[in-house]
């Protein structure tokens, strides 16, 4: 059934409400313009619902969880057993979810953005059909952002069932801790779910295609990680080829052939997380001139401006580094760009956080990458074993490395790997974007005894000055 002969106008349309779709929303509305945001799910996106969110809560709670087990470390000791309420932790974990897309409806409403509930499919340059389980409306717009994110890849050898065979969507909501986890595919997903379970009791095994775990990380950073893996009991082959796999009643098997010899592995669950495809193939792009890469990503330029000038895409469905502060970030350079502004991309430094044990972070140059772009490199490490702070959570494994130019000893990178190290990233980011010297965080006082310290002695080894380990001679 169609609603209304003539299309409704509207000013700015944002096609999809995730990290990027609604921050792109409420920055254009913030200019002036009337903006209307359409999804054809919750509103926060994949990152607030079944992304990001949930996983950390689901990471934290595995964390706690460990923590108390292993109290009696240091002098707390329990007399009864431990036990997860699998339905009740995810009870908690939804309601910090629902707790964050409430508050993004909220914040939609008092910018006055309409919020419309339907798909979106091009029917024309300007205009689209939303439809709805009951009826389908054209709106024409004068530009138009889209958000539509991505989606987890199947492989078609292990297609997913939801049951047995798990995205990392189902993954997030099992009522059960697996008394066998396989996990095809070691990248950060994979990783970080495979863990959290592992936390929480599962026998856990993952299996990677490649020669390391979590491919295109500095294997420096990742040897940690893996090391605190073997403590947990948790399996990694590297080198494993998936072949096939079946689900036989309540087990899945799955094949592999690792370094050259097949083998087999069984599982309750089978977690595939081999990486994210773009959400791009049921928008009509193609037919109205919107050009795509040739795995299915939006081409956008600086502005984040398709082929199609009035019509921008942003985050996931654009390509690049699929991150929801990507998304976000690109969003606010999109709305500004529709409202005039001189807003363009301009990645001085991408903070990278994977959740693991210990977690790592990077962001800015390596030591080789600054060789390579022609600066002549000094690089500084600190331990975390000579934090006061990180000892006293008995959370001290890890290091914290950072990376100048020799000659004005201006901050070019870090790469970090230890506790709370996601947010101990954000200070070198922000130098780097300063255009900050070692010197500079040198000289900024950081409060004792904190994980942050361990930034100012990496940045005062640039110098050779640090007072809590040996200088390098030069």
Not at 65 to 85: D, H, M
Not at 325 to 351: L, N, R, T, W
Not at 382 to 405: E, I, K, P, T
Request: charged fraction near 20%; proline fraction near 4%; hydrophobic fraction near 40%.
């Amino acid at each position: 059934m169609v609603v209304g002969d003539f299309a409704k106008e509207v000013d700015v349309l944002v096609i999809g409400a995730g990290p990027g779709g609604y921050v792109a929303a409420i920055r254009a509305a913030q200019l002036g313009r009337h903006v209307t945001i359409v999804d054809k799910d919750t509103l926060g996106g994949v990152c607030l619902n079944r992304g990001c969110i949930p996983s950390k809560a689901l990471i934290s709670a595995s964390e706690r969880y460990q923590q108390i087990k292993a109290s009696a470390e240091i002098g707390i000791e329990l007399t009864g057993e431990v036990q997860v309420n699998m339905p009740k932790l995810m009870s908690w974990k939804n309601a910090v979810v629902d707790k964050l897309t409430g508050g993004v409806k909220q914040l939609l409403k008092g910018n006055k953005v309409e919020v419309l509930s339907g798909e979106a499919y091009f029917s024309g340059t300007n205009t689209v059909r939303i439809a709805t389980e009951k009826s389908s409306q054209t709106y024409e717009f004068k530009d138009c952002i889209i958000a539509t994110g991505s989606r987890p890849a199947e492989l078609p050898i292990l297609p997913f069932d939801g049951k047995r065979i798990l995205s990392s969507t189902e993954a997030l909501n099992l009522q059960e801790v697996p008394e066998r986890l396989l996990v095809v595919g070691g990248g950060y997903i994979g990783l970080e779910l495979g863990t959290a379970y592992a936390k929480l009791g599962s026998q856990v095994t993952i299996l990677e295609g490649s020669k390391q775990l979590l491919p295109g990380t500095d294997p420096a950073l990742t040897r940690i990680v893996t090391r605190k893996l073997k403590k947990l009991g948790v399996t990694v082959l590297t080198d494993a080829m998936v072949q096939e796999g079946e689900v036989q009643g309540d087990q899945v098997t799955v094949r592999a052939t690792v370094k050259g010899t097949s083998q087999e592995f069984t599982g309750d669950y089978c977690l595939v997380a081999v990486g994210r495809k773009p959400n791009t193939d049921e928008l009509g792009l193609e037919a109205i001139g919107v050009q795509l890469d040739e795995r299915g990503f939006i081409s956008i330029d600086q502005q984040c401006r398709t082929s199609v000038k009035h019509i921008y895409a942003i985050g996931d469905c654009a390509g690049g580094d699929l991150l929801a502060h990507k998304a976000s970030y690109e969003g606010k350079v999109a709305a500004e760009a529709i409202c005039g502004q001189p807003s363009a991309i301009d990645f001085q430094a991408m903070p990278y956080v994977i959740f693991s044990d210990p977690e790592i972070a990077y962001t800015g140059l390596t030591e080789a990458e600054a060789k390579a772009e022609g600066y002549t490199p000094v690089v500084s490490r600190f331990a975390f074993q000579a934090n006061g702070r990180a000892l006293s959570m008995d959370n001290a494994d890890g290091y914290v490395q950072l990376v100048a130019d020799q000659e004005t000893k201006r901050v070019l990178g870090a790469q970090m790997v230890g506790p709370d190290v996601s947010s101990l990233i954000g200070e070198v980011v922000l130098a780097i974007e300063m255009g900050a010297s070692a010197e500079d965080i040198a000289l900024t006082i950081h409060a004792h005894p904190t994980l942050p310290e361990v930034v100012m002695e990496a940045a005062e080894g640039i110098l050779g000055n640090a007072i809590h380990m040996v200088n390098k001679k030069k």
